[in-house]
């Protein structure tokens, strides 16, 4: 799932099966909602956007 929330800017959660990784405040994001990624796929390019100044990931 891609979206642009105002206190998490571009994010990103990767489902992984068993965890969903978020990555967000990235400065843009380079894949489409729903795409297959492997390992080594570039998900975004970091930047500040959202409330903080940082790449910020979180495992759930």
């Known amino acids: 799932m891609t979206a642009t ?3 998490r800017g571009n994010h990103v959660i990767v ?3 068993d965890f969903h990784v978020e ?3 990235s400065g ?3 894949v489409a ?3 297959l990624m492997s390992s ?3 998900v975004g390019k970091v930047g ?3 409330s903080e100044q940082e790449l910020f990931p979180q495992t759930r």
Request: one cysteine or more; aromatic letters at 0%; charged letters at 20%.
């Open 23 to 25: 990555i967000a405040h």
């Open 33 to 35: 909602a729903r795409a």
């Open 40 to 42: 080594g796929d570039q």
């Open 5 to 7: 929330i105002a206190t």
């Open 15 to 17: 489902d992984c099966g």
């Open 48 to 50: 500040n956007s959202g």
């Open 28 to 30: 843009s994001v380079r």
